[in-house]
C-alpha cells in the first residue's frame, strides 16, 4: 500500500515507521513543521534516506498522511 512506510504492531508499538527503521513518522513530520531541514534530519537519522523525507512530504502535500495532536492518519493510496 505504501512503499516507505510501515506498521507493525511489534515495531514501535505499532506506530507509523519509515519502512525498514523504527523512526516514526510523526517525529519526521513533526520536525519538518517545526522548520527543520532535510539536511538536518539526515544527519540526526543516518538510517533515514533523503527519498524517505521526499516521500513523506509528497504524502502530505497530497493529504494522504496527516498529523493531529502527534498521530499519523494515512488514508488509502
Not at 516507505?4 to 523512526?23: A, D, E, L
Not at 520536525?31 to 509528497?58: C, F, H, Q, V, W
Amino acid at each position: 500500500m505504501y512503499e516507505r512506510i510501515s506498521i507493525n504492531p511489534k515495531i514501535c508499538h505499532g506506530q507509523v515507521c519509515i519502512k525498514g527503521t523504527r523512526i516514526p513518522v510523526h517525529q519526521v513530520i513533526g520536525m519538518l513543521a517545526n522548520g527543520d531541514t532535510t539536511e538536518k534530519l539526515l544527519k540526526e537519522y543516518p538510517s533515514l534516506k533523503r527519498k524517505d523525507i521526499l516521500y513523506l512530504e509528497r504524502l502530505k502535500k497530497v493529504n494522504q498522511i496527516k498529523l493531529s495532536g502527534g498521530k499519523i492518519t494515512c488514508q488509502p493510496q
